[in-house]
């Protein structure tokens, strides 16, 4: 069980750093979606990983869960979804004020720019933050 | 008197809700409850400083639960000074705001101005490092939305790069936090102290790591090197209250350094004790030159004020990392002066930029300022004060920090990087000061704009702290020693918090 875990967390590590390191704005939230799991996870191991324990301490069963990180990754998912909301709508935001959805505002990301040609034109700002 | 240790905590909270319930009423009650919230912190902070006056760091235990089991919040000199240094930012950013009507380009301004002092005075007086966390977030949440007060292109680029990099601290600090509670058991940062203290060797490497990454988030708090890249753009685009009080926030990242890391891997942890420091110390130098060059390099006002502040915080970098009581003692004095001048610096500056019209505060000639001696006269004040010249207290700050790096190994490194980034600093801050003042378009007359002398008042209740600092500068000195040597006393801490007694319940 300590392997699967490990590999998640990494796997998720991994994955939330690789799209928060993204130029669109989408997958940078989703990265941190990503990110705050694998914190989730690993503060669930920092507990010890534990199976049908009681999290008082029982003098029959010898061993205990620690119920403190179940609460901390309580604390930690509420604020991590309250943020991520605020997220989502500032990200929408800028794709109407800014036009485009590059976390810069202006430019296609480098590894588009050969697509530019293919993408109608850009509408001017002002009239993209009217049809909203 | 332990019963007063949460007011700063409970003032704002009840006054940002209260706020928020009076919606209805519209903008006129709600700034009077505001600033009235705002006066009554002061009296509070002031309070709660003359309590923690008294010696021993005052604890309050939340819901009767003695450490280390549950929460405690610690008043002790040290976080008494960021309270009243917090209180005295907001009361003039919130007249700076209502007296230029900047509250009311927005919803809820003031209610996440309160918001955001509950957030950062909960960061000042908790003794948890979860707890801590949990104020990160709650001052981060509501500087998101500061940050984007008032809307607008550059308000809503810049404020995204700085959700998203403080999102990304908040992730690394749960994890620092969480490998901090795998090995040490306890998030108490007394006792978490005394279990460093007995750390078995085997597990210093990870404690090592976690400390490092808690480091790394506090340094970006504090805008660091290399994590200070969002810092320019997110104070230059915020409006001019905000900015003013954003002066506090680089100053909870160096509070949170002093606090946990100092007490953590203080003189009790063996030998763990000050292992972060040399880091401190060259990434602090790194910083200074940055931002100097920073300064220099800057196009508009409020970037190269942007740039100042951090400058003031890689000179508190290098004054921390330099280690010793004398260093520290200069440090906080140069805390209490930046934090309050830089915030000045932002309103005055925003005040010049209405004065330029259509030229904003872009270093470029434009018309001549209306009011422009006036104006002229407090900047030239204001960039004396922020660039360390004498006689104000910039320099009595630097000073004290120089005199004290002269012991260290080091001193040859420090006292040639913050000297030539200093004659950096002054070159930049006179060149745009001419470039605003002098180099005006003769033929132009000054374009008539409204000048708000009522907003004026609190650039002058802001900048007249630097003389403040000069005149009285013996009694402050005197406690700023006395509080460095407190905070180096890790054990007066530790036994405070760790025999704090609960209060007696009543017989039934």
Redesign the interface.
Known sequence: MELLVALSIGFLTASGVFLTLRARTFPVVLGLTLLAYAVNLFLFAMGRLTIGLPTIIDSAQGQYADPLPQALVLTAIVIAFGMTAFLIVLALKARAELGNDHVDGINLAQDEASLEHTLPPQKPNKQVGKTR | MTSLTFLPLVVPLLIGISILLIQSLGLKRQRLISFLGAVTLVWVSINSLLVSLEGEPQVFILGNWVAPYGIVLVLDQFSAMMVLITSLLAIGAIWYAIAQQIDGKGAHFHTLFHIQLFGLNGAFLTGDV?NLF?FF?VLL?AS?GLI?HG???LR??A???Y??IN??G??LF??A???L??ILGT?NIADMAVKIAELPVEDYGIVTAAGLLLLLVFGLKAAMFPLYLWLPQAYANASAPVAALFAIMTKVGLYAIIRVHGTLFGSTAGDLAYFYMPWLLALGLITLLLAALGVLAAKGLREQIAYLVLTSVATLLIGIGLNTPAALSGSLYYLIHSTLIAAGFFLLADMITRGRGVYGDQFESGNPIYKGILLGSFFIFAAIAMTGLPPLSGFFGKLLILSAALEHDWFAIILITILISGLFIIIAVARSGSILFYQTQINQKPEITPFNKYAFFAVILLLATSPILVILANPITAFTESTALQLLDKIQYIDSVLNALPIERPQP
């Open positions: 979860f949990v977030e949440l998101y984007l809307g607008g292109r809503t680029k404020g995204l790069h959700v998203v999102l990304i908040s992730t749960l994890f936090v969480g490998a509670y795998g998030l």
